[in-house]
Nanobody, 125 residues
Framework: QVQLVESGGGLVQAGGSLRLSCAAS????????MGWFRQAQGKEREFVAA????????RIADSVKGRFAMLRDNAKNTVYLQMNSLIQEDTAVYYC??????????????????WGQGTQVTVSS
């Protein structure tokens, strides 16, 4: 089993920045591809970013490309989502997810086995 705990969410003004963290514990969760997804109220969950096992490859959703970046520190079993130039449309609950197999990042939510409880990000005008 792998446990994922997100942190770093909160209220921020449009144009501001936040850095989300996701700490993994348990069975080598941080050694596999991980991703961030988000779900706004009344909307379906959507892919935000993913990172491969080594951190050398990432995939970023078009809606946040150029503003968001995903990084990982395997020594700390932690992945990060750096969010810059936030807009109101970024308001959502952000979820961290981990696969239990594979090497490369993927946008496919069903590919992820473990999920965190989510952290709220609210962007005000």
């Amino acid at each position: 089993q792998v446990q994922l705990v997100e942190s770093g969410g909160g209220l921020v003004q449009a144009g501001g920045s936040l850095r989300l963290s996701c700490a993994a514990s348990g069975r080598t969760g941080s050694s596999y591809p991980m991703g961030w997804f988000r779900q706004a109220q009344g909307k379906e969950r959507e892919f935000v970013a993913a990172i491969g096992r080594t951190g050398s490859s990432t995939r970023i959703a078009d809606s946040v490309k150029g503003r968001f970046a995903m990084l990982r520190d395997n020594a700390k079993n932690t992945v990060y989502l750096q969010m810059n130039s936030l807009i109101q449309e970024d308001t959502a609950v952000y979820y961290c997810a981990a696969r239990d197999t594979g090497l490369l990042p993927t946008e496919s939510a069903p590919s992820y086995t473990y999920w965190g409880q989510g952290t709220q990000v609210t962007v005000s005008s």
